[in-house]
């Protein structure tokens, strides 16, 4: 299995070689080059920023589309959590589970059900584990990839416990093979999406060998579907949920903290605020901590690039939507469904060193100080119009060889201005001293073919 399959993609008819996707790249995944951008792919983990932050839309995500409800015999959606949050003036969560089936969906799980079996099983193995505390949450696939390319010594924390919307799909399929008779390859599982993170998750999936999900819809696209088959009049209504505030709660951040009924633990959200804490954990410097919980996205699953809310907003939404909830409405031991469930990887995260400069220790520490000294050289203005975001930025790809110093719109100036002279004192000294030898000429003229060309690379 390919370990960088990507949902964040490149339009490149729609780029125009601005710099601001560079300037927001958590990992600096992106370089601009030919007035055209360009994603690293074994860089990039699929947070989603670069699909915020680029005016010109450029930067997509990749998806399925709700058509291909019909190629299955019997579909199952499994809408996640934040979902809720996007819809005004929602006081019950059987509207939105009634619209899907409405939508041609033929049932639903919810997402935040299974949720509630996580956090339960998240409890029982911390208590079982504690001397190996802090654990790292694992929902969230953008910061489970961002460890295994970043923080190596930091995956040995990783709560090794599959996410909700995996163990939402294993139920779901198996109530569908019992309930129907079918197999399960004309069974469909459909998760609704915040993010293309969970896309990313379910074509190359870390910790497991292959996910039960076999589609994933964005919210923005399945919400005014949903819309028009939503109705109020609750006497019309199927009593679908079976989430209480735990499993609804962990669409914001912290969310699946309190699902853990525990005071030590640290909730943090925002991919630049996560690199952050991540840094600060492989410093040892937090103690005490038995859990803790990143989101990539800002405000939690809320704020995920594939909804259509405000993320505070919805967050707002979420809150008072599971005020009068139960603590939690699903337990491990309330079906036959739930009890033989394995909540457990099935394999372990391995690292990827993949901003690893040198095949050895010894050829990355002399790669390192070159670019040292090459950073030193450059102006530290971390402008970017030389494509990379930071002038370390650039002297790393200088010495993978993936730039040249004059990539530097200051260097190459600099570069231009000393050809510059030369040709003019040494056409002036011809002109003076009347000699125009061979090897005087070949000089000039391999000062002005080096001239020429570095002027014809950045004019295209």
Same mark, same amino acid.
């Given at each position: 299995?390919?370990?960088?399959?990507?949902?964040?993609?490149l339009?490149?008819?729609?780029?125009?070689?601005?710099?601001?996707?560079?300037?927001?790249?958590?990992?600096?995944?992106?370089?601009?080059h030919n007035?055209?951008?360009?994603?690293?792919?074994?860089?990039?983990?699929?947070?989603?920023?670069?699909?915020?932050?680029?005016?010109?839309?450029?930067?997509?995500?990749?998806?399925?589309?709700?058509?291909?409800?019909?190629?299955?015999?019997?579909?199952?959606?499994?809408?996640?959590?934040?979902?809720?949050?996007?819809f005004?003036?929602?006081?019950?969560?059987?509207?939105?589970?009634?619209a899907?089936?409405?939508?041609?969906?033929?049932?639903?799980f919810?997402?935040?059900?299974?949720?509630?079996?996580?956090?339960?099983?998240?409890?029982?193995?911390?208590?079982?584990?504690?001397?190996?505390?802090?654990?790292?949450?694992? +929902? $969230?696939?953008? /910061?489970?990839?961002?460890? %295994? &390319?970043?923080?190596?010594?930091?995956?040995?924390?990783?709560?090794? @416990? !599959?996410?909700?919307?995996?163990?939402?799909?294993?139920?779901?399929?198996?109530?569908?093979?019992e309930?129907?008779?079918?197999?399960?390859?004309?069974?469909?599982?459909?998760?609704?999406?915040?993010c293309?993170?969970?896309?990313?998750?379910?074509?190359?999936?870390?910790?497991?060998?292959?996910?039960?999900?076999?589609?994933?819809?964005?919210?923005?696209?399945?919400?005014?579907?949903?819309?028009?088959?939503?109705?109020?009049?609750?006497?019309?209504?199927?009593?679908?949920?079976?989430?209480?505030?735990?499993?609804?709660?962990w669409?914001?951040?912290?969310?699946?903290?309190?699902?853990?009924?525990?005071?030590?633990?640290? +909730? $943090?959200?925002? /991919?630049?605020?996560?690199? %952050? &804490?991540?840094?600060d954990?492989?410093?040892?410097?937090?103690?005490g @901590? !038995?859990?803790?919980?990143?989101?990539?996205?800002?405000?939690?699953?809320?704020?995920?690039?594939?909804?259509?809310?405000?993320?505070?907003?919805?967050?707002?939404?979420?809150?008072q939507?599971?005020?009068?909830?139960?603590?939690?409405?699903?337990?491990s031991?309330?079906?036959?469904?739930?009890?033989?469930?394995?909540?457990?990887?099935?394999?372990?995260?391995?690292?990827e060193?993949?901003?690893?400069l040198g095949?050895?220790?010894?050829?990355?520490?002399?790669?390192?100080?070159?670019?040292?000294?090459?950073t030193?050289?450059?102006?530290?203005l971390?402008?970017?119009?030389?494509?990379?975001?930071?002038?370390?930025?650039? +002297?790393?790809?200088? /010495?993978?060889?993936?730039?040249?110093?004059?990539?530097?719109?200051?260097?190459?100036?600099?570069?231009?201005?000393?050809?510059?002279?030369?040709?003019?004192?040494?056409?002036?000294s011809?002109?003076?001293?009347?000699n125009h030898?061979?090897?005087?000429?070949?000089?000039l003229?391999?000062?002005?073919?080096?001239?020429?060309?570095?002027?014809?690379?950045?004019?295209?």
């Amino acid at each position: 299995m390919n370990k960088f399959i990507h949902s964040v993609q490149l339009d490149e008819s729609a780029c125009i070689g601005c710099i601001n996707c560079i300037k927001y790249c958590p990992t600096q995944a992106i370089r601009v080059h030919n007035g055209k951008a360009k994603i690293t792919p074994q860089f990039c983990i699929d947070c989603g920023r670069c699909l915020r932050y680029c005016p010109h839309h450029a930067k997509t995500a990749v998806y399925d589309s709700v058509d291909e409800i019909q190629e299955f015999t019997y579909t199952v959606a499994l809408p996640a959590p934040s979902l809720y949050t996007q819809f005004n003036n929602l006081n019950n969560i059987d509207i939105v589970l009634n619209a899907l089936l409405l939508m041609g969906f033929d049932d639903v799980f919810e997402v935040s059900a299974a949720a509630e079996l996580v956090s339960e099983a998240s409890r029982t193995y911390i208590q079982e584990h504690e001397a190996d505390a802090p654990f790292i949450s694992t +929902a $969230c696939p953008t /910061i489970v990839r961002l460890i %295994r &390319v970043k923080f190596p010594t930091l995956i040995p924390r990783l709560l090794p @416990l !599959k996410p909700p919307v995996e163990v939402a799909a294993e139920i779901a399929r198996k109530r569908a093979i019992e309930k129907t008779g079918l197999k399960s390859e004309d069974i469909g599982i459909f998760f609704i999406s915040p993010c293309p993170s969970k896309v990313t998750y379910v074509k190359s999936p870390l910790g497991i060998e292959k996910s039960e999900i076999d589609k994933v819809l964005a919210i923005k696209e399945v919400y005014p579907i949903l819309l028009k088959h939503m109705t109020h009049d609750e006497s019309k209504l199927k009593p679908l949920s079976m989430s209480g505030r735990i499993g609804i709660g962990w669409s914001n951040a912290g969310g699946e903290s309190a699902g853990l009924i525990t005071d030590n633990y640290l +909730a $943090c959200d925002g /991919i630049m605020s996560a690199l %952050r &804490v991540l840094s600060d954990l492989e410093d040892e410097k937090f103690h005490g @901590l !038995k859990f803790v919980e990143l989101n990539a996205c800002n405000g939690g699953c809320v704020g995920g690039p594939l909804t259509v809310e405000n993320p505070y907003v919805a967050t707002a939404k979420s809150k008072q939507l599971h005020r009068d909830l139960p603590v939690a409405r699903t337990h491990s031991d309330d079906s036959d469904d739930y009890k033989d469930l394995d909540y457990q990887w099935s394999s372990y995260v391995e690292y990827e060193p993949v901003f690893r400069l040198g095949k050895s220790f010894r050829e990355s520490f002399e790669m390192m100080g070159l670019i040292e000294e090459l950073t030193e050289q450059l102006p530290g203005l971390d402008c970017g119009s030389c494509g990379a975001p930071t002038c370390r930025a650039l +002297a790393e790809d200088i /010495i993978r060889g993936d730039a040249t110093k004059n990539d530097c719109i200051y260097a190459f100036h600099e570069y231009i201005n000393t050809l510059s002279k030369d040709i003019f004192f040494l056409t002036q000294s011809l002109q003076l001293s009347g000699n125009h030898s061979s090897e005087s000429m070949d000089l000039l003229e391999d000062y002005i073919y080096k001239l020429t060309t570095e002027l014809d690379k950045k004019e295209r």
